[in-house]
């Protein structure tokens, strides 16, 4: 295993932890943004040779992960006008705890699921971690912005586990997550605006009408 | 071809409505060409089957072909309904709405052909796209919600679907066979990554079983199809539910053949218990028709993998109550639909004399009710029989109780409010409103089908649904 790689797969998690313990919704852009930089040097280093499949892939993820959906979230912030996250259901102390216990739990997970023909150690437990903490942030944080966030980490740590299947699975796929990532997004995007002008706050816990 | 044709057909139909100004009454004699054309290359697979296309991608095996016959019915009837319902309502973005309900229909038709499961999964997460707008489309603050936990909730378990996805690729890792190709899966189960697998499976069941609206995922059916128009609410609870449902079946069909049934069934049947014990306890007292019939969907839905679970007998059943389940939640919503049109508002106080206002919807709303429940002599009784049977079969009686004493609760909670909606007492002298023919053939025609499959099934059904079954490691009763 070389340690370029392990090494982009540390700082993956750091800046996991850069979205968990941050307020100010721009550094947790940038750090997504970082996030998907990362994730676009990763199929570059992984890959037994580089074929164009893995540079068209690389190139990819680079401008949706790295580029525009950043780009597209520091746009939203601007026109909302929305700075930072008001209070989560549970502060930040708390949120990074539990990020470190996610941690834990996924290289746990990761010793009882061997990759067969891999020696890659760390993608596994990196890729879970990343779920996990995409999760975390979609469910406690209550700006519509940081949610987005919060799921658009959660579909990086499900490019990285499609990494280890980089070889076997067809071009295809990887074309789809990208899209989808950009059309959920797009959808995502425009409820937000709307949510923004019927409410006057990105707040997504103003949205409790519903309920028996 | 014809595969390749019912896939295509009504996304280019799709993109005609959005992209051609076209006027009105062009555009809605589209979507029902496109409807029935669909219908009727469906029927032709009946006749005689189509060779698989796209390498094999494309195949209408057993599961595929019940899933896509039914989800064709529903949206030739949702499209019937569509006529008379875009004469009374003018909904925002007009092109949006007709090109949305033609995409979803091309994008479930490839969640039931496809046999490559990352392809089943680009389809499901494009049904949950095309219907986002419909769901908005009167742009005020209780849609918006709706909106938007349809989306952040079905994006959160279409990603975990993903990661399953992944998963069962490298279960598969140095088996032969073509990737995720359902039937390569199955051929060489036994030679499948079991833990892998395992992890698939519990993933797969998350991610689609949020789209199905399982327990405990179940949390923004109420809201979605409450606050969805009733045509898009019979889409979404007959025909969007059903397709996750065969996501379900598909990786079920794999762990079944890879011999894990000991680990899946028990996790189903817990989904299955739990789902129906959460739509009793939210049925009693609901205040709200949509509201109520979506929880109803996710007992159904609860029933669906029950039956699953149980194996045997049980996924013959469960196949059957697909059909069943998703033909009499049609038939409701569009009923539910005529409602809303004539009172303004779903909530049960306010249609207090439906069946005084509205005498052929206020007949279709009783029937529906002793559909939904499962009385004799409407199809629901037979499926939902079958899975009670399955339970004593395999020894577990207890299963074949609770979920017996559940259906009861749930046969008084809805009962006291239906009944009360269809017979009681107006608060004030509502006229009689005309029922427009487009607005009451689709319902008429979904209540004949689950009565016909009541008394009877027809032999071509009852040899694919029994094929189906044993795919999914059941059998034919």
């Known amino acids: 295993m070389h340690t370029v790689p392990q090494l982009v797969l540390l700082f993956v998690v750091l800046t996991n932890f850069g979205v968990l313990g941050t307020t100010r919704l721009s550094t947790c852009i940038r750090a997504l943004a970082l996030q998907g930089w990362l994730l676009g040097l990763l199929p570059l280093m992984l890959a037994s040779h580089l074929s164009v499949h893995v540079m068209l892939l690389a190139t990819g993820t680079l401008i949706v992960k790295g580029i525009a959906l950043p780009w597209f979230l520091h746009w939203a912030i601007r026109e909302a006008r929305v700075r930072r996250e008001i209070e989560p259901l549970i502060g930040y102390v708390a949120s990074l705890l539990l990020g470190a216990l996610a941690l834990g739990l996924a290289f746990a997970i990761a010793t009882r699921l061997p990759l067969p023909h891999l020696e890659e150690s760390l993608l596994v437990p990196v890729s879970l971690v990343t779920v996990m903490i995409g999760l975390i942030v979609l469910t406690t944080r209550r700006k519509a912005l940081t949610q987005v966030v919060g799921y658009l980490m959660l579909e990086n740590g499900i490019f990285l586990f499609g990494l280890t299947q980089a070889e076997s699975v067809p071009f295809l796929l990887e074309v789809g997550v990208l899209l989808d990532v950009f059309v959920g997004v797009f959808i995502m995007g425009i409820v937000v605006f709307h949510i923004n002008r019927e409410f006057d706050s990105l707040d997504s816990a103003n949205l409790a009408e519903l309920q028996d | ?477």
């Open chain 2, 1 to 477: 071809m014809r595969l390749l044709m019912l896939c295509v057909l009504p996304l280019l139909g799709a993109l005609l409505a959005w992209a051609v100004p076209l006027a009105a009454t062009m555009r809605i004699s589209a979507l029902l060409i496109v409807a029935a054309t669909h219908f009727a290359l469906l029927l032709s697979l009946w006749v005689s089957p189509a060779p698989p296309a796209l390498d094999g991608w494309l195949a209408a095996d057993p599961l595929g072909l019940i899933v896509l016959s039914l989800t064709s019915t529903i949206f030739l009837m949702t499209a019937v309904y569509a006529v008379g319902y875009l004469q009374r309502v003018r909904p925002r973005g007009g092109r949006m709405f007709i090109s949305g309900l033609l995409a979803f229909l091309g994008a479930t038709s490839v969640v039931a052909l496809s046999q490559h499961l990352a392809m089943l999964w680009v389809g499901i997460e494009a049904t949950t796209l095309a219907l986002a707008p419909l769901v908005f489309h009167r742009h005020d603050r209780r849609s918006l919600e709706a909106v938007w936990k349809y989306l952040v909730i079905s994006s959160v378990g279409i990603a975990l679907a993903l990661l399953g996805i992944f998963f069962v690729a490298t279960a598969q890792d140095g088996v032969p066979g073509r990737p995720l190709v359902v039937g390569d899966l199955v051929a060489h189960a036994s030679l499948l990554q079991p833990a892998w697998l395992r992890a698939a499976f519990l993933f797969l069941l998350v991610g689609f079983g949020t789209k199905m609206g399982l327990a405990p995922m179940h949390t923004w059916k109420p809201d979605t199809y409450g606050e969805a128009p009733s045509l898009v609410s019979s889409l979404m609870a007959g025909a969007l539910t059903s397709s996750a449902f065969l996501g379900v079946a598909r990786i079920t069909q794999v762990a079944m053949a890879a011999g894990q049934g000991p680990f899946v069934q028990p996790i189903l049947l817990g989904f299955g218990l739990l789902s129906l014990a959460v739509a009793a306890v939210f049925i009693i007292g609901q205040s709200d028709m949509k509201r109520l019939l979506a929880y109803s969907s996710v007992e159904h839905m609860g029933l669906l993998v029950l039956g699953l679970g149980l194996g045997g007998v049980g996924a013959y059943g469960s196949m059957l109550h697909v059909i069943n389940n998703g033909l009499v939640k049609s038939w409701l919503f569009l009923v539910a639909g005529n409602i809303v049109l004539a009172s303004g508002t779903s909530a049960v106080l306010a249609n207090r004399g439906t069946l005084h206002r509205l005498p052929v919807s206020g007949v279709l709303l009783i029937l529906g009710l002793f559909a939904v429940t499962g009385s004799p002599p409407f199809g629901l009784f037979i499926s939902e029989f079958t899975i009670l049977r399955a339970a004593f079969a395999a020894g577990h009686p207890w299963i074949a109780f609770a979920t017996l004493a559940l259906l009861a609760v749930i046969f008084v909670g809805m009962a006291a409010l239906i009944l009360e909606m269809a017979l009681g007492t107006p608060d004030d002298g509502h006229p009689r409103v005309r029922e427009s023919r487009w607005l009451v053939a689709g319902p008429i025609t979904l209540a004949c089908m689950v009565l016909v499959l009541g008394v009877y099934i027809p032999g071509p059904l009852n040899r694919v649904l029994a094929l189906a079954a044993v795919a999914l490691g059941g059998r034919a009763p």
